[in-house]
């Protein structure tokens, strides 16, 4: 089975936004000096349940995200399109 469809590469990258959508939070609870708890308790909860839910609703709102034809033709961030560009 391909690695980029495994549950090991999914569970990667939840965690890799996970993380990623934490240090943004952080920085906007930071910048705009929220004070209420509840409202940061909001916020951080973003960067659980987001990355997790994220990519099932993508899933759900597009199935033919799976194949080769959407990685081909309409993915831009495919590794496979950035390293077959010509300089």
Not at 56 to 80: C, E, I, K, Q, V
Request: charged letters at 15%; glycine letters at 2%.
């Amino acid at each position: 089975m391909n690695f980029l469809l495994s549950l090991r590469a999914v569970s990667l990258q939840s965690i890799l936004h996970s993380f990623l959508i934490a240090i943004i939070v952080e920085v906007v609870l930071m910048s705009s000096r929220v004070r209420e708890p509840l409202l940061q308790i909001k916020f951080r909860a973003l960067s659980l349940w987001l990355p997790v839910c994220l990519p099932a609703m993508l899933y759900l709102l597009n199935p033919s995200r799976a194949g080769m034809d959407f990685r081909r033709h309409t993915a831009l961030f495919d590794s496979n399109q950035w390293l077959g560009l010509q300089s």
